[in-house]
C-alpha cells in the first residue's frame, strides 16, 4: 500500500531520507525536463535538479501545504534555474574555433546558442503521462523539440520561466506570480513578450521551403512510418556518400547549425557546400546508428578511421522533418553521444 503523502511529508521534517526520496521521486524526471527547457542543456539541468532537491530537503519545514508538493518543487526548481542563469560564468559565451579549417563561409550566426545540447528521448519516457495543465499552448511534444529549447533561450531569463510555467505547464498566471515573487501584472507583460518572440521563431523554424510559405507552429506527429523512411533514406545517402541523394531530402531553405560554434548554414545552395567540403571530402565513409532527441529522429555518426578497423563517433545528428522533407540539421559534437548510449567506436562490418 502507497503511503500517504501528508504521511510522507511528517518522517521526511523528522529526517526519514527514505521518506523524502519516496516523497519527490515521483517529481523527480519532469524537474529535470523542466530544468532542461530554462536552461537548455542536459549538465546544467541535472546540475539544477540535485541543487533543487537539497533546497527541498533542507526547507521541508517550511513547506506549509498551501499549494501542491508539486507546486512547491516547481517553484524551487525555477528559482534555482533563475540563480544558475545569473551566475552563467561558467556558460561559453563566444564560439569555440571551427572544427573543420576547410568550411565554407556559413550564411550568417545561428541562433542556437554554445550551451545547446539535445535531450535523449530515452529520458522523457515519462513525459507524455504528465499531461499539462488547461492554460497550457504548447503541445508536449512541442515543447521539447529542439526548435523550442533554441527559442527559450533567446529570451531573458524571467521571460523564459513565465512562459515555460504558463504556457508549458499550464499554471494560472496569477500561480506563476506566485512562483517567481513578481506581480501578475508583471507576468502578463513578461508573457506578451516572450510568446512573440518564440512563436515567430518557431514559424521562421518551420517553414516548408518548397511553397515558399510557413505553417505557424505545425502540428507533429513524430516517429510515423514517412518519418523513418525518411530517416532511411537518409542513412543510406550518408553511408554511401552520396550528396546529390542526401540534398534530395532537404527543403529549400533547409538550416543546417553545429552548436557550440554559432554559425548557420540556410539553403539548399548552402548546405551543399557545406557537405562536399566537410562531410564527403574524398576517402571518408561513415556509419550511422539511429537514436532519438528532443521528440525527433537523430543520427549518430561514425567516421571510418584511417590505417585502423574502426570507426571513430563523429557527430550526433538532429533531424528536423516536415511533409516527408528534412527542415534542418543541428549537428552536435561527441561530447553529448555518450548521453545516449552510443559507443566511441564501431568495428569494421564486411
Request: proline share 7%; net charge negative; glycine share 6%.
Amino acid at each position: 500500500m502507497e503511503m500517504d503523502t501528508t504521511d510522507l511529508i511528517a518522517r521526511a521534517r523528522a529526517g526519514d531520507h527514505n521518506a523524502f526520496r519516496d516523497l519527490v521521486q515521483g517529481h523527480s524526471h519532469e524537474l529535470q525536463v523542466h530544468c532542461y527547457r530554462i536552461l537548455g542543456s542536459l549538465q546544467d539541468a541535472e546540475d539544477a535538479l540535485q541543487e533543487t532537491l537539497v533546497s527541498a530537503w533542507r526547507n521541508l519545514g517550511g513547506f506549509g501545504q498551501q499549494s501542491s508538493l508539486r507546486t512547491w518543487l516547481y517553484k524551487i526548481a525555477t528559482n534555482r534555474c533563475l540563480s544558475m542563469l545569473r551566475a552563467d560564468s561558467r556558460r561559453p559565451r563566444i564560439a569555440p574555433p571551427l572544427p573543420e579549417a576547410t568550411l565554407p563561409e556559413p550564411s550568417g550566426a545561428g541562433d542556437a546558442p554554445p550551451w545547446l545540447e539535445p535531450y535523449p528521448d530515452v529520458l522523457l519516457d515519462h513525459l507524455v503521462d504528465q499531461r499539462p495543465g488547461p492554460e497550457a499552448r504548447y503541445e508536449t511534444t512541442e515543447a521539447i523539440s529542439l526548435a523550442f529549447i533554441t527559442a527559450l533561450q533567446l529570451l531573458p531569463p524571467r521571460q523564459r520561466a513565465a512562459l515555460v510555467l504558463r504556457d508549458v505547464l499550464g499554471y494560472h498566471a496569477a500561480e506563476v506570480a506566485q512562483m517567481l515573487d513578481a506581480t501578475q501584472e508583471s507576468v502578463q507583460s513578461a508573457l506578451k513578450r516572450a510568446r512573440a518572440t518564440v512563436d515567430n521563431h518557431l514559424a521562421d523554424s518551420s517553414s516548408t521551403g518548397s511553397s515558399g510559405t510557413s505553417n505557424r507552429r505545425p502540428a507533429r506527429q513524430p516517429d510515423t512510418a514517412a518519418e523513418h523512411r525518411l530517416v532511411a533514406r537518409l542513412t543510406d545517402a550518408l553511408e554511401r556518400a552520396d550528396l546529390d541523394a542526401l540534398i534530395e531530402l532537404l527543403v529549400s531553405d533547409v538550416r543546417l547549425s553545429m552548436p557550440p560554434a554559432m554559425l548557420e548554414y540556410r539553403g539548399i545552395e548552402s548546405a551543399q557546400r557545406f557537405f562536399a567540403a566537410a562531410t564527403f571530402r574524398p576517402g571518408r565513409t561513415y556509419r550511422v546508428v539511429l537514436t532519438r532527441a528532443n521528440g525527433q529522429p537523430a543520427l549518430g555518426l561514425y567516421l571510418a578511421a584511417p590505417h585502423a578497423s574502426v570507426y571513430r563517433a563523429y557527430a550526433l545528428l538532429v533531424i528536423t522533418t516536415a511533409d516527408d522533407q528534412i527542415t534542418a540539421i543541428t549537428g552536435f559534437n561527441t561530447n553529448v553521444m555518450t548521453r545516449f548510449g552510443l559507443p566511441r567506436t564501431l568495428p569494421e562490418t564486411d
